[in-house]
């Protein structure tokens, strides 16, 4: 095999073509790990396992590489893949709830808006987001974070579109919700309940 | 992003410190190397076995082939086949080269029809002083056994009376031949395996190859099958008596 290394980082997709499979590889897939890492941080919550999940990605992206159409979207492929992975170790290590118990959060969390702290921290952020359900969280990074069009997101959860909306939807108010328990611990909901200024 | 309500502001704000909070994460360098290494090694092992699979396959072919070559199949021209039944038949006492030869010679190496031909014109072929060995033999061999041929015919100068069988059970001969100046079982110094209603029955076997014999006056007979040395033997033992008695008939 070629070195990977044997080309940049960025080639033009229409250059790609003719390029022997490892240049290709290197040009197409490689660029985008660092996207694939961080999904897959907050897909299975661990650092080490993420580690782990994208190597997976890569050689599978890798072994099946053949089948990939050179200037078609190969980090949506990529992100495909990665979700693919994400279940079958989801699987494995049975440490996700199912839909079912999903849902069951969804009715007893979702209430009205609440307003969100001004100042939050990255932790915070990633910490509200890591509590809400595996399947509104996956469709928020794919859509707010990776700004992957519904119909892309579709195809990468193996979902319908709608539900990808409803997923999107409800992810968000859920990731509100958590922030706004955030707001209440600094007093900003008690304070706006009561009609006081601050 | 489309957050459709009141809630605009806040819900682009939103997305932006998410966005921000989930790209913080940063990539550890050393797993861009890691997964270098594991798809280098990969493809190293993957071009091995695109080498390594068809070696094997050819290698497996090879000694198929080799294989197959020294039980006889795959020999084609007459000196192949020649040299395997001079190799054959070096591994047996000279008094069972005799029906052995003619086995390989005109049975085992014969292409042999799709139908099986009319016993009657067997019979015929055969003549009237052979042709009731046709009835002998078909009574005793399994029922899958087709008579396919029953002629006269000859190998290495000596005249022969073959019938040879064809069926699930293998290949199956009965050999007839004169005896030579002086030749007999008894001169070779061999030792019957089993004598059945007086007659001395004599055996050998190489490769696929099981012989049964014994002699009468004028002549050798031979049961050659590919059945099993005690298949083989029951057979000859269970024709015997009739073939002797036949052929006590025409030596007068």
């Not at chain 2, 030579?180 to 029955?201: N, R, Y």
Request: charged share 20%; hydrophobic share 40%.
């Amino acid at each position: 095999m070629a070195d990977l290394h044997a080309v940049a980082n960025w080639v033009p997709a229409s250059m790609t073509a003719a390029l022997p499979v490892a240049d290709r590889f290197n040009a197409e897939a490689m660029p985008h790990m660092t996207d694939i890492f961080r999904t897959a941080v907050r897909l299975v919550g661990e650092r080490a396992r993420a580690e782990d999940v994208v190597q997976e990605v890569y050689l599978q992206a890798w072994k099946s590489f053949h089948r990939f159409e050179s200037g078609t979207n190969c980090r949506a492929w990529l992100f495909k893949i990665l979700f693919h992975c994400v279940n079958h170790h989801r699987r494995k290590w049975f440490r996700f709830p199912l839909l079912k118990e999903t849902e069951d959060f969804v009715e007893a969390n979702l209430t009205s808006p609440t307003p969100i702290p001004a100042h939050l921290t990255d932790q915070e952020v990633l910490a509200a987001l890591d509590r809400i359900p595996t399947e509104f969280r996956s469709v928020v990074l794919l859509v707010d974070v990776e700004e992957f069009a519904y119909k892309e997101a579709a195809e990468i959860t193996g979902t319908p579109i709608g539900t990808v909306m409803s997923r999107l939807s409800r992810g968000r108010k859920l990731l509100r919700e958590q922030l706004a328990g955030v707001a209440r611990s600094y007093g900003i909901g008690k304070i706006a309940e009561e009609g006081k200024t601050v | 992003m489309n957050y459709n309500n009141e809630n605009d502001q806040d819900g682009l704000r939103l997305t932006e410190q998410l966005k921000h909070a989930v790209r913080s994460e940063a990539m550890p360098p050393y797993l861009e190397a890691r997964i270098r290494n594991t798809i280098q090694s990969n493809a190293r092992k993957s071009s091995m076995m695109r080498w390594l699979v068809p070696a094997s396959a050819a290698l497996l072919v090879c000694v198929g082939v080799t294989i197959a070559y020294q039980l006889g199949n795959l020999r084609i021209t007459a000196a192949s086949q020649e040299a395997y039944n001079g190799h054959v038949t070096n591994q047996v006492a000279t008094i069972m080269r005799v029906g052995l030869g003619d086995h390989i010679h005109c049975a085992f190496f014969r292409k042999y029809p799709k139908n099986a031909p009319n016993v009657q014109d067997l019979a015929k072929s055969l003549g009237p002083e052979y042709s009731p060995l046709i009835p002998i033999l078909r009574k005793h061999v399994p029922e899958d056994c087709v008579l396919m041929a029953a002629h006269e015919c000859r190998y290495h100068g000596r005249k022969f009376v073959h019938l040879s069988m064809k069926g699930g059970s293998g290949l199956v001969s009965l050999l007839i031949a004169r005896k030579g100046d002086g030749e007999s079982f008894k001169t070779e110094s061999l030792i019957p395996a089993l004598v059945q209603s007086g007659i001395p029955i004599y055996r050998t076997g190489v490769q696929r190859f099981q012989v049964a014999s014994f002699e009468s006056r004028d002549h050798l007979v031979y049961f050659i099958s590919d059945m099993g040395q005690q298949h083989n033997t029951d057979m000859m033992v269970a024709i015997a008596p009739q073939v002797k008695q036949l052929l006590a008939n025409l030596e007068g």
